[in-house]
């Protein structure tokens, strides 16, 4: 069952008009080859930080384990400020993480663990052209997994599942692929197959290079423990397995080979079909095979769309968004740092480009990229890779920048808060800086913000309590403002879209639930599923979303 990539954009490739140009091309479609740009995403706990780790060592960009695991916040932590303030820091340094294994460069994009910072892991798959995603073999499919494979679904974002964990007692190898297919409506592939699991765990059968894979614990895959079997009647199976395993081995892979047949890889990067791999992280066991098939089928730096036309990343200008914003550690210098990620041509250092959303020329004097070993300033950058600008307070997530033409990136929505809470100022002298620190973090995406009565009643919406927390911390230390939070009973926020005047008149009617997003757009504030389902039903001219990304046709 071998398989092989072939160049995924080569027919992104426009004919160019001029020689010159035409050298640009070629130039940038080998730098677009030599990219993978992804994110390893999981439920907490199921070893998406010991699976990077592992990849990290692979591509030599650490040097020992526990670096990443020693760096990442405390998944369990509430009110530990310190320990925020203090990995904020360093989760900068970790937010990307860039090597190079065999020839391709690889981008790695790390999502927080904790469920309170969920937006942010939404935001960061914007910014990948594919995901890897750990399944714990003995908790199979988890809440944070659900809502993770959404999110890839909605940008249909192809994706390699890790089933981690063999080396303990989990669920039945076919058992668990069924409810992944079940439960994450996924169509799976299997290119690896587990023998036994526990204490009786041998190893994988690797059906694409048709080799065993013997386990021993903490170690890489050595030559002497892959064997090739191209036929698995060869007796040395039971010869290395026992026969027992050896023949419940054939009657496995006859079975998948059956159901599943050669992968189409093709499915794969429509993000029709996933495949499967097993293994386990914490003994480096199956991760090699992960990430040399990784780079051998996942996609290059894909396009993206835009409000106007979709932009080929092998096009000759450059173009590019923020998906993540981070503030400075140190409480004294405002400045942050937006991550941008480059969807077209060739980024440069000290260029002027266009902030389409502000309308103004911004150049960047020293654009750093996030290579392991050297956290340097960059000359330039190239599509799929990403670039941390600072930042003074112009940008806000979702903005793009461009050679001049007047673009704005979508699929970089805003989901519906789950908890919302009014903001009430504690010290009216610092009214200022709490107006100045509230528009900044949520322009940074830590929450979202939406007003009543000419921005006088303020309402933040988050995913986690631990967001409120921050926000009070961060306004205080970094803006020297107080606040206090008055939970409110709201359900969920959904912008309202609709014919003109059956819309005002909706507005008019529901004004004490009607809020403006900070883009101005009309959110509706529903008490309950209930009350949400009433409206819907008695307004039937009006549509309500979860996620904010219609709202270019709103303004319409
Ligand atoms: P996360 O980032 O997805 O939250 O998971 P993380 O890698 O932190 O792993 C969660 C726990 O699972 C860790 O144990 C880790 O060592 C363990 N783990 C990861 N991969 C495997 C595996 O293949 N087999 C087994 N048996 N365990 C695995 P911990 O006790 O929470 O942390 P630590 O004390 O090991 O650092």
Redesign the pocket.
């Known amino acids: 069952m071998q398989f092989c990539i072939a160049l995924q954009f080569a027919s992104n490739v426009r004919v160019p008009p001029l020689d010159g140009e035409f050298r640009l091309f070629m130039k940038y479609d080998k730098e677009i080859a030599l990219r993978r740009t992804f994110a390893i995403i999981?439920?907490?706990?199921?070893?998406?930080?010991?699976?990077?780790e592992k990849l990290l060592l692979f591509g030599g960009a650490i040097q020992v384990a526990g670096a990443v695991?020693s760096n990442?916040i405390k998944?369990h932590a509430t009110s530990d400020f310190m320990e925020i303030e203090r990995q904020r820091g360093i989760s900068v340094a970790t937010s990307v993480m860039s090597f190079e294994y065999d020839g391709t460069l690889i981008n790695l994009l790390d999502t927080p663990?904790h469920k309170d910072f969920a937006e942010d892991t939404y935001r960061t798959l914007t910014a990948v052209d594919s995901v890897i995603l750990?399944i714990d073999s003995v908790n199979g499919v988890e809440d944070q997994t659900r809502k993770l494979v959404e999110v890839c679904r909605m940008r249909d974002t192809p994706i390699i599942v890790f089933v981690?964990?063999?080396?303990?007692d989990g669920k039945f190898p076919f058992d668990l692929l069924d409810e992944i297919e079940k439960e994450l409506k996924l169509s799976l592939h299997p290119l690896s197959w587990p023998i036994n699991m526990g204490k009786e765990f041998k190893g994988v059968y690797n059906l694409y290079d048709s080799s065993l894979n013997l386990f021993t614990a903490n170690q890489k895959s050595t030559e002497e423990n892959t064997v090739p079997i191209p036929d698995l009647d060869d007796p040395i199976l039971d010869a290395k397995i026992g026969e027992r395993d050896a023949d419940q081995l054939r009657d496995d892979v006859d079975l998948l080979q059956g159901v599943y047949g050669p992968l189409d890889e093709h499915k794969y990067l429509e993000a029709k079909i996933c495949p499967v791999f097993f293994?386990?992280?914490?003994?480096n066991?199956g991760v090699k095979e992960l990430l040399d098939t990784f780079i051998r089928v996942a996609p290059a730096p894909q396009g993206r769309d835009t409000d106007t036309r979709h932009v080929a990343p092998n096009e000759d200008k450059f173009t590019g968004f923020i998906f993540k914003i981070h503030a400075n550690l140190d409480p004294r210098h405002r400045d942050r740092i937006a991550f941008l990620r480059v969807c077209s041509g060739r980024f440069s250092r000290n260029t002027y480009y266009k902030h389409t959303r502000l309308e103004k020329e911004v150049r960047f004097a020293n654009p750093y990229s996030f290579l392991a070993r050297e956290k340097d300033v960059i000359e330039e950058a190239f599509p799929g890779d990403v670039v941390g600008l600072f930042d003074t307070g112009t940008f806000k997530i979702g903005d793009t920048l461009t050679e001049g033409e007047k673009m704005q990136f979508t699929g970089i929505p805003v989901f519906s808060p789950e908890i919302f809470k009014e903001l009430v100022n504690k010290d009216p002298m610092k009214t200022k800086q709490l107006e100045k620190g509230v528009n900044q973090l949520t322009d940074e995406g830590v929450a979202q913000l939406f007003t009543q009565h000419d921005g006088h009643r303020k309402i933040i919406g988050c995913v986690g309590e631990l967001q409120f927390e921050v926000i009070q911390y961060r306004l205080l230390q970094e803006y020297g403002a107080s606040c206090t939070f008055v939970p409110l009973s709201f359900y969920k926020a959904c912008w309202v879209t609709g014919e003109k005047k059956a819309l005002e008149d909706f507005m008019r009617f529901k004004q004490n639930n009607i809020m403006k997003d900070k883009d101005g757009n009309p959110v509706y504030l529903a008490q309950s599923e209930w009350f949400l389902n009433t409206e819907r039903q008695n307004n039937p001219k009006i549509e309500f979303h979860f996620t904010s990304e219609f709202k270019t046709a709103m303004k319409d």
């Open positions: 999981s439920h907490p706990d199921a070893g998406k930080t010991t699976l990077t695991k990442k998944k663990g750990v981690n964990k063999l080396d303990r293994g386990s992280a914490v003994n066991f």
